[in-house]
């Protein structure tokens, strides 16, 4: 993620008038790094850069819970619900927020990265603590 926080944040400075396929590059480069590095999340696979595949599975794991009495689904039913659910209060929150701030508004993407890389690190650190 580090990466990534470091590119959003640079590119919050980055002059309104430099045209976006020099500065979409780096952020897909960012991007990709993050997917590639984190794929799953309580042993379910899923996306963390774009939501569509969460969807997808999202749909398919409640439509298999409510239609096929398929127990086992509902708890990635609600896994999948618990990612797609702020992605989409995140994007819309953050659309309406370039109103006002532009290309600033990458700002607070950053700042919510660097909150979820130190709950991250406190989790881990507290996980590996309790398995001494």
């Known amino acids: 993620m580090v990466p990534l926080l470091v590119i959003s ?7 309104v008038n430099v045209p976006n396929y020099y500065i979409v590059p780096f952020l897909a ?14 042993g ?9 595949g ?6 398919l794991s409640w439509s ?5 009495d398929d127990e ?3 708890a990635s039913g609600k896994d999948y619900l618990i990612i797609v659910l702020p992605f989409t209060f995140g994007a819309l929150i953050s659309a309406l927020m370039q109103k006002c701030l532009g290309i600033r508004t990458i700002w607070i993407a950053s700042m919510i990265l660097i909150m979820a890389n130190i709950a991250y690190g406190v989790l ?7 398995e001494k």
């Open 9 to 15: 944040t640079l590119v919050g400075f980055i002059p």
């Open 54 to 59: 969460n969807l997808r599975k999202t749909v």
């Open 29 to 42: 480069l960012g991007m990709a790094m993050q997917s590639g590095t984190f794929r799953k999340i309580d």
């Open 64 to 68: 298999q819970f409510y239609i096929l």
């Open 44 to 52: 379910l696979g899923y996306s963390n850069v774009f939501t569509s």
């Open 124 to 130: 881990v650190k507290q996980k590996y603590r309790s």
């Open 72 to 74: 086992s689904q509902r």
